[in-house]
């Protein structure tokens, strides 16, 4: 399979078609973000600036299709074996871009170390991994300290796999800075604030990326990265404002890609300390004073969906059959 585009992970971004005379190489793109990234470590991120260039360094063990889906990327294929087993069976012949192989020995050495309770960052999501057993070179089977049912949908956010000798070899600061994975892309050099760089991995096991080079830039004013693409400085920007979005038919040039997200957008109330939120009429008073419909009107301009839980419909757990609050501030007075 080529892999036509690099991939970028947003609610609005905006693509220019540069004019033929004034175009830059069509094999080259420049790529604008609010932030920089935080890191380039796989296992220590968690903003969307750092995966949006993480996810073309690295694989994943699963990945989400454009519909949302889970389907096998690393792993060819997995199962459920039992309550708290899973299996999963890997690609042969894929390689890091130091030239290491990718093989159950990298997965289990990726996994346990996401498991890790010492790694703050990501101990939500993948500490309940007791272990990960070896079966042969290409097969694993993932235990779960309890039933998980939903592993496979973690695993596509946080089931990057790193090579275990580099990483041992040269340490977690080094490897911060200087990344190594199996993905399409490899890092050619990153100017902190400035600009990071990557190229095409022309060993790629899914085929050669069409784009072989793309710069990533942080420009943290919305209207500056407007103004880049109009002056066709850049080709894509990312994190547009719904209320700059309208304007983003430019001359015919630049078009608005809108597309469903995972991602929800919640307010959390702390119900297990006691004081006025552990009274459940508190919480409902809450629910029933904000205007969602409004906000998503008025802020939003449209771009969202109401959602009675922090759960979406391409999520585990999701019941289309729990409605959200309407908007009554009477009742929430009355209730509170």
Request: with cysteine; net charge positive.
């Amino acid at each position: 399979m080529k892999i036509a585009i690099l991939m970028v992970c947003f609610c609005l971004s905006i693509l220019l078609p540069l004019d033929p005379a004034e175009a830059a190489p069509k094999d080259s793109v420049v790529i604008a973000q609010g932030i920089d990234a935080t890191t380039l470590d796989p296992h220590m991120r968690w903003d969307t600036a750092a995966i949006n260039i993480l996810m073309n360094i690295y694989d994943f063990l699963l990945v989400r299709s454009p519909d949302l889906k889970i389907l096998p990327l690393l792993a060819s294929s997995y199962k459920i074996v039992n309550d708290s087993t899973w299996e999963l069976n890997l690609r042969q012949g894929v390689k890091f871009h130091n030239g290491e192989d990718f093989n159950a020995a990298a997965v289990k050495f990726s996994l346990e170390r996401l498991a890790d309770p010492r790694n703050k960052l990501q101990q939500t999501a993948l500490q309940i991994i007791e272990r990960v057993e070896i079966i042969n070179e290409y097969r694993v089977h993932i235990i779960t300290k309890k039933p998980f049912p939903y592993l496979d949908a973690q695993l596509t956010n946080v089931g990057a796999v790193i090579p275990p000798k580099y990483f041992q070899e040269r340490g977690p600061s080094h490897f911060s800075l200087h990344p190594v994975g199996t993905g399409p892309y490899k890092l050619v050099r990153w100017t902190k604030d400035d600009q990071l760089e990557v190229e095409a991995n022309s060993t790629y096991w899914r085929g050669v990326p069409r784009i072989k080079r793309a710069v990533f830039r942080p420009i943290p004013e919305d209207t500056s990265r407007v103004a880049g693409l109009q002056t066709q400085e850049l080709d894509v920007i990312v994190n547009i404002p719904p209320n700059l979005a309208n304007l983003m038919n430019w001359k015919g040039r630049s078009t608005v890609a809108k597309i469903p997200s995972a991602r929800t957008v919640f307010l959390v109330l702390e119900n297990t300390k006691g004081g006025p939120m552990a009274d459940v009429r508190v919480r409902r008073a809450i629910a029933q004073a904000i205007d969602q419909d409004k906000i998503i009107k008025n802020i939003l301009e449209g771009n969202a969906f109401k959602l009675a839980s922090p759960l979406s419909k391409y999520q585990f757990g999701y019941d289309p059959s729990i409605k959200p609050y309407d908007y009554n501030p009477a009742q929430a007075k009355k209730l509170l």
